[in-house]
């Protein structure tokens, strides 16, 4: 990791209230229903990049936090009716999971394709549990899990207190546009925080981490947890933007997506993979109104370049790039002086 | 008794199935410590390749033992070059890359073949046990797999190619003083590694029908049985589907095939917590 990579950043406060404004005002020229959607995806990838960029722990099957936060909500929606707690609910279950597999790896001191492993498998694990609760022996309260079919037609989202205030369309836009935004300071918060500087420290070196004292399985666990709210929150979201949950929540086509759109934003930012998130999105969503060309084709095509040609992604990259289109000018600029000194050199002694 | 034997063919079978199936990852990543997260989709090929092939004519047996493993190898071979030579050493990175090519795949055969379940039929009939109907062809992929364990383990340890390919994932720089490319022995092993999960793949078509997004099911079963298995290709391999394959099988034949699958990934999840260098990492520390 070079110097760039080595900061946490600072939040530029201009672009973020011009970001904000624009984002308010984006209803008035387009409708919502898909950058709701764009918007849950931003803030899904949000939670990979904090944990892969910053702490260095990659995970192959993020998804499965996503996909327990969209069931945890559809479930004790069912239960409990009012949303409040079974939205308060889908960050807590994704997260204590989280810390529960995150404690077994770390403190296991299990490393790098191992981990990916572990976490593929938990997904996996969970991807065919619940397509195989069809029927009406896998009930959880008054919810049937549904199987392949997933849940349906739960209560969404309201007004916190009031069960009949529903939120949907403009109103739902701005609670994930808030959402969103408030995931992001609270993540250069704790970029920013003690906490925040001692994972990078782990990321850069983790023995060294060790000896200097530090309890590296805790911090990395604490992160792993934080992530899997973060994610829970997503799946929450995505599940009241979809009103249904279907068991490819847990799918490898997710997991696959929010590491493509991580890698390709790039390792180590914030912005760039939310922006990533955003675009590849776009691109999906476009891909689907159209046969031809598969939306997996596109997607691993982009991966594969991506890891060849740029494999620190677009956001660190674009910035090497200016620096090094900066140093050129400077470079040009003392050459230009140079020959001109020569010059009047040659032309002061004839 | 009737049962019991019909047990021990399915566990048998199971074992053979997860042995064949993760060979081709078993050798890239034993000794390349490479992971192709394409395996599957060099399977799912191997599969298409079979079924096209007996589709024109040709003889199916020919068709997998034969034209299944080269059309793959040819394909690894290709995949190699182009994208995985230039990231030996970058774990996290091949498997980020082969995940794209996975994904490349299984776009490119949705293209071709279009997403529609395609099979044929098993050339070997069925036969009974007591009051059982049974898979005849489930022994024909037994035995292959046995025969393929046998050759792989006699290629690695008694020949020249084999001493210079252990060689090679030991010490790349003494080979290369020695006279061998080691670039080019990487290449072939990977070329190796793609042709047994064709063969694989050409193995298993009549079995199960083909979908483009078949490769997913191999690849997870693949992964942990290899991972799990450890450095040493043929000891681990085998150890790890015999451990899972009985473990499916008995817990299938107990409840549903659904939990059966869920306890062999949760007994993964567990193993590699107690042994995140994986069970040869643990025992048979020697062995190849």
């Given at each position: 990791?070079?110097?760039?990579?080595?900061?946490?950043?600072?939040?530029?406060?201009?672009?973020?209230?011009?970001?904000?404004?624009?984002?308010?005002?984006?209803?008035?020229?387009?409708?919502?229903?898909?950058?709701?959607?764009?918007?849950?995806?931003?803030?899904?990838?949000?939670?990979?990049?904090?944990?892969?960029?910053?702490?260095?722990?990659?995970?192959?099957?993020?998804?499965?936090?996503?996909?327990?936060?969209?069931?945890?909500?559809?479930?004790?929606?069912?239960?409990?009716?009012?949303?409040?707690?079974?939205?308060?609910?889908?960050?807590?279950?994704?997260?204590?999971?989280?810390?529960?597999?995150?404690?077994?790896?770390?403190?296991?001191?299990?490393?790098?394709?191992?981990?990916?492993?572990?976490?593929?498998?938990?997904?996996?694990?969970?991807?065919?549990?619940?397509?195989?609760?069809?029927?009406?022996?896998?009930?959880?309260?008054?919810?049937?899990?549904?199987?392949?079919?997933?849940?349906?037609?739960?209560?969404?989202?309201?007004?916190?207190?009031?069960?009949?205030?529903?939120?949907?369309?403009?109103?739902?836009?701005?609670?994930?546009?808030?959402?969103?935004?408030?995931?992001?300071?609270?993540?250069?918060?704790?970029?920013?925080?003690?906490?925040?500087?001692?994972?990078?420290?782990?990321?850069?070196?983790?023995?060294?981490?060790?000896?200097?004292?530090?309890n590296v399985p805790a911090y990395k666990t604490a992160i792993f947890a934080v992530a899997g709210a973060m994610a829970g929150l997503a799946?929450?979201?995505?599940?009241?933007?979809?009103?249904?949950?279907?068991?490819?929540?847990?799918?490898?086509?997710?997991?696959?997506?929010?590491?493509?759109?991580?890698?390709?934003?790039?390792?180590?930012?914030?912005?760039?993979?939310?922006?990533?998130?955003?675009?590849?999105?776009?691109?999906?969503?476009?891909?689907?109104?159209?046969?031809?060309?598969?939306?997996?084709?596109?997607?691993?095509?982009?991966?594969?370049?991506?890891?060849?040609?740029?494999?620190?992604?677009?956001?660190?990259?674009?910035?090497?790039?200016?620096?090094?289109?900066a140093q050129s000018q400077v470079r040009r600029r003392q050459a230009r002086g140079k020959r001109r000194r020569r010059i009047a050199l040659?032309?002061?002694?004839? | 008794?009737?049962?019991?034997?019909?047990?021990?063919?399915?566990?048998?079978?199971?074992?053979?199935?997860?042995?064949?199936?993760?060979?081709?990852?078993?050798?890239?990543?034993?000794?390349?410590?490479?992971?192709?997260?394409?395996?599957?989709?060099?399977?799912?090929?191997?599969?298409?390749?079979?079924?096209?092939?007996?589709?024109?004519?040709?003889?199916?047996?020919?068709?997998?033992?034969?034209?299944?493993?080269?059309?793959?190898?040819?394909?690894?071979?290709?995949?190699?070059?182009?994208?995985?030579?230039?990231?030996?050493?970058?774990?996290?990175?091949?498997?980020?890359?082969?995940?794209?090519?996975?994904?490349?795949?299984?776009?490119?055969?949705?293209?071709?073949?279009?997403?529609?379940?395609?099979?044929?039929?098993?050339?070997?009939?069925?036969?009974?046990?007591?009051?059982?109907?049974?898979?005849?062809?489930?022994?024909?992929?037994?035995?292959?797999?046995?025969?393929?364990?046998?050759?792989?383990?006699?290629?690695?340890?008694?020949?020249?190619?084999?001493?210079?390919?252990?060689?090679?994932?030991?010490?790349?720089?003494?080979?290369?003083?020695?006279?061998?490319?080691?670039?080019?022995?990487?290449?072939?092993?990977?070329?190796?590694?793609?042709?047994?999960?064709?063969?694989?793949?050409?193995?298993?078509?009549?079995?199960?029908?083909?979908?483009?997004?078949?490769?997913?099911?191999?690849?997870?079963?693949?992964?942990?049985?290899?991972?799990?298995?450890?450095?040493?290709?043929?000891?681990?391999?085998?150890?790890?589907?015999?451990?899972?394959?009985?473990?499916?099988?008995?817990?299938?034949?107990?409840?549903?095939?659904?939990?059966?699958?869920?306890?062999?990934?949760?007994?993964?999840?567990?193993l590699l917590r107690l042994m995140p260098q994986g069970v040869t990492g643990q025992f048979f520390r020697n062995s190849t």
């Open positions: 990791m070079n110097a760039s990579g080595f900061g946490v950043g600072r939040i530029r406060w201009n672009w973020f209230a011009a970001l904000a404004v624009l984002l308010a005002v984006l209803p008035l020229a387009s409708e919502t229903s898909t950058p709701t959607l764009l918007a849950i995806w931003s803030l899904f990838a949000l939670s990979l990049a904090l944990m892969w960029g910053y702490a260095g722990i990659i995970s192959f099957g993020h998804a499965a936090y996503f996909g327990l936060g969209a069931y945890t909500y559809a479930i004790a929606s069912f239960n409990i009716g009012e949303s409040t707690v079974p939205f308060l609910l889908a960050l807590a279950v994704p997260a204590l999971v989280a810390a529960i597999i995150g404690a077994m790896m770390f403190y296991g001191r299990i490393s790098d394709v191992y981990l990916g492993v572990t976490t593929l498998v938990v997904t996996l694990i969970l991807n065919r549990f619940m397509n195989a609760t069809a029927g009406d022996a896998y009930r959880i309260g008054n919810a049937r899990l549904g199987g392949f079919n997933g849940i349906p037609a739960f209560p969404t989202l309201n007004v916190p207190g009031d069960p009949t205030t529903q939120i949907y369309g403009t109103t739902y836009y701005y609670v994930v546009i808030v959402s969103l935004l408030a995931a992001y300071l609270i993540c250069r918060w704790i970029l920013a925080s003690a906490f925040g500087r001692t994972l990078i420290g782990i990321r850069e070196n983790e023995l060294r981490m060790e000896l200097l004292g530090y799946g929450c979201l995505f599940a009241n933007w979809a009103e249904i949950v279907t068991p490819s929540v847990f799918g490898l086509g997710q997991t696959a997506e929010v590491l493509i759109w991580v890698i390709v934003g790039g390792l180590g930012t914030l912005i760039g993979p939310m922006a990533a998130a955003v675009v590849l999105g776009s691109l999906k969503i476009a891909l689907g109104h159209q046969t031809t060309i598969d939306n997996s084709l596109v997607l691993g095509a982009i991966l594969i370049l991506v890891v060849l040609l740029l494999p620190r992604g677009f956001a660190p990259s674009s910035v090497a790039w200016r620096r090094r289109f040659q032309e002061a002694e004839p | 008794m009737d049962f019991a034997a019909i047990v021990v063919l399915e566990i048998l079978y199971m074992i053979a199935f997860l042995a064949l199936i993760s060979a081709g990852l078993a050798i890239v990543f034993g000794m390349m410590r490479v992971i192709n997260l394409a395996h599957g989709e060099f399977v799912m090929l191997g599969g298409y390749a079979t079924i096209a092939a007996a589709k024109h004519g040709i003889n199916i047996y020919f068709a997998m033992l034969v034209i299944s493993p080269v059309v793959v190898g040819i394909i690894g071979l290709v995949v190699e070059r182009l994208i995985v030579r230039f990231l030996y050493g970058r774990m996290i990175d091949v498997m980020l890359a082969t995940w794209g090519l996975s994904l490349l795949l299984i776009g490119l055969v949705t293209l071709i073949f279009g997403n529609t379940a395609v099979s044929v039929p098993a050339p070997i009939p069925g036969y009974q046990i007591g009051h059982y109907q049974m898979g005849g062809y489930n022994l024909f992929v037994i035995a292959v797999a046995a025969l393929l364990m046998c050759a792989m383990w006699l290629v690695l340890r008694y020949t020249r190619v084999g001493l210079v390919a252990r060689g090679t994932m030991q010490g790349p720089e003494v080979v290369a003083a020695l006279g061998y490319n080691p670039s080019t022995v990487y290449m072939l092993t990977f070329t190796v590694g793609a042709a047994l999960s064709g063969l694989a793949g050409g193995v298993m078509a009549p079995l199960t029908g083909l979908l483009p997004s078949v490769g997913g099911a191999y690849v997870a079963k693949a992964f942990i049985t290899v991972i799990t298995g450890g450095a040493a290709v043929i000891a681990g391999t085998l150890s790890t589907a015999a451990l899972f394959g009985t473990v499916d099988q008995i817990v299938s034949f107990a409840s549903t095939p659904v939990l059966g699958e869920i306890a062999m990934l949760a007994l993964a999840l567990v």
